[in-house]
């Protein structure tokens, strides 16, 4: 073992490596990790650490914490303008969230705000949710846009989201999400809308190197299979992965069309049918779990837990945060909710947050896992067993955040 390349070594830790999906945290106990360059080059039982030269090496003293792999919130909506305080008035008054929105609310009244707002305005909007996140251990965030349904504003999130990590030292990964909804211009003509999404927005935020992934809102108030299709179609011809809205409201069949897509991934699933379970297995396509939506959206539907579990497919939970269905910022809370309410164990919610969170934004190779190779993003936690993470919330234990090797936190 060379160890002449070691820069930094933890010592007196605990390890969840997550390597093991959802069946287990891999622990090692009483462990070590070594970095070089940003990446994993080590990790094992303390007793079996090779001889390093202690001269050349900053070596940490992990008080006997737990260490994760830095979390990973693979699906949020975190670039916007104003606030929907207003609509949840309303939805305490009774109204649901799709009558709010047929009557001119919901997305498309934060559309009127983020076309509204500068670049900066909408970067200092959004920094303080990121560092909300970031400050409970988020070391990687998918961002997507959908909030201006016109080219030019579709282009300003996406502009934004990539500021955010020069902001701060969060990985983010951006999604373009230009069918969100159908904006109030094209209301009688939603067909034409799909159309200036394929022809003229994919391609621009393509060619610009904008976004890695493709959304859809697959739903009674979003799209509908065939322009889901379109959308699908258009991506795949400009290299870019796929990822779908699906299931959330009604069972519409969004989740196997992606399937047939090859897409990343599917989000929300409420209402997935067991042939949309099998289709993900078949494609290996991650189901995103959103259970902050589920809970201020007072849904009563479960997703298909027993039978994500039955075929094998990766849970990955996110907070999917936005202004109208769960303004919330907390990764934690999600562990917990992912337990509370939809009965996930806290193993299989933890891999939620690390390797499935990887998988759902293709990154399985590098980020989500304490295994030697990958990145060195790595979230240490002041608690005595890994299932504190899911149990309790509104203290937040961690005790230290490295990305790319390096202590940020
Ligand atoms: N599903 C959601 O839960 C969010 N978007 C979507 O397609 C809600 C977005 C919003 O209400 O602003
Ligand atoms: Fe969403």
């Not at 670049?119 to 970031?134: C, F, G, S, V």
Request: negative net charge; aromatic residues 6%.
């Amino acid at each position: 073992m060379n160890t002449s390349r070691w820069q930094t070594l933890w010592l007196n830790i605990n390890l969840a490596t997550m390597t093991q999906g959802s069946s287990g945290y891999g622990v090692i106990e009483e462990a070590a990790l070594a970095i070089s360059e940003g990446k994993i080059v080590w990790l094992g039982k303390a007793q079996d650490l090779p001889g390093f030269d202690k001269a050349n090496v900053d070596v940490i003293d992990g008080k006997g914490h737990w260490m994760t792999p830095g979390l990973i919130d693979c699906h949020t909506h975190l670039v916007y303008g104003g606030n929907r305080a207003n609509e949840f008035e309303m939805r305490l008054q009774g109204k649901s969230y799709e009558e709010i929105a047929k009557a001119g609310g919901g997305i498309v009244s934060t559309v009127k705000a983020t076309r509204a707002a500068t670049e900066d305005e909408l970067l200092a909007e959004a920094l303080p949710r990121l560092t909300a996140l970031h400050q409970q251990g988020v070391t990687t965030v998918e961002i997507k846009s959908g909030y201006g349904l016109d080219t030019i504003t579709e282009i300003k999130m996406l502009k934004v989201a990539g500021q955010l990590s020069e902001k701060l030292p969060v990985t983010v990964k951006r999604t373009f999400l230009g069918a969100h909804a159908v904006p109030v211009e094209y209301k009688d003509d939603p067909d034409a809308y799909i159309n200036l999404v394929c022809n003229e927005m994919i391609p621009q935020v393509a060619e610009q190197k904008l976004a890695d992934a493709v959304d859809v809102f697959c739903e009674g108030i979003g799209f509908d299979l065939q322009q889901t299709e379109c959308v699908f179609a258009t991506a795949k011809q400009h290299d870019l992965r796929i990822k779908v809205h699906a299931e959330q409201l009604s069972d519409l069949g969004g989740t196997e069309l992606a399937a047939r897509y090859n897409a990343l991934s599917s989000d929300h699933l409420e209402f997935l049918s067991e042939a949309g379970v099998k289709a993900m297995s078949e494609a290996n396509m991650t189901a995103v779990l959103l259970p902050g939506a589920f809970y201020f959206l007072r849904e009563t539907k479960q997703p298909p837990i027993e039978y994500l579990r039955k075929y094998g497919v990766a849970m990955a939970i996110a907070t999917d945060a936005n202004p109208g269905s769960s303004p919330i910022c907390s990764l934690q809370l999600m562990l917990n909710m992912a337990c509370t309410l939809f009965r996930l164990t806290p193993a299989e919610a933890l891999a939620g947050v690390t390797c499935h969170g990887a998988k759902a934004l293709g990154l399985s190779a590098t980020k989500g896992m304490l295994k030697v190779g990958y990145d060195a993003d790595l979230a240490c936690w002041d608690i005595e067993q890994p299932a504190e993470l899911c149990y309790q919330f509104g203290v937040n234990p961690l005790s230290a955040l490295i990305k790319a090797g390096r202590k940020v936190i």
